[in-house]
């Protein structure tokens, strides 16, 4: 079945980076499109970032833009989030998700904050 494995988050100062990673298994990572998602306490989850495939192209939602970059190795079956200059209101669960299935991993905490 389709596993999603996130990690990389954790308590990081203003203006700070963090790379999120998730590692994928049960599909043909290769042929699907990946995405980053995040929920912050008492909001509704948000889709963060998109990356394509078999294209790569990529898609942000405006708030990251120009912060974040997602990328992925499919020969690894991994997922990226390159996450820079950050802000307290980036501080959210992150979640990965593979378009098409209804999966979702345990998500890794990122908190932001002085």
């Known amino acids: 079945q389709v596993r999603l494995v996130e990690s990389g988050g954790g308590l990081v100062q203003p203006g700070g980076s963090l790379r999120l990673s998730c590692a994928a298994s049960g599909f043909i990572f290769r042929l699907y499109t990946m995405r980053w998602y995040r929920q912050a306490p008492g909001k509704e989850r948000e889709l963060v970032a998109t990356i394509n495939s078999p294209s790569s192209s990529t898609s942000y939602e405006d708030s990251v833009k120009g912060r974040f970059t997602i990328s992925r190795d499919n020969a690894k079956n991994m997922l990226y989030l390159q996450m820079m200059n950050l802000k307290p209101e980036d501080t959210a669960v992150y979640y990965c998700?593979?378009?098409?299935?209804?999966?979702w991993g345990q998500g890794t905490q990122v908190t932001v904050s002085s």
């Open positions: 998700n593979v378009i098409g299935f209804n999966s």
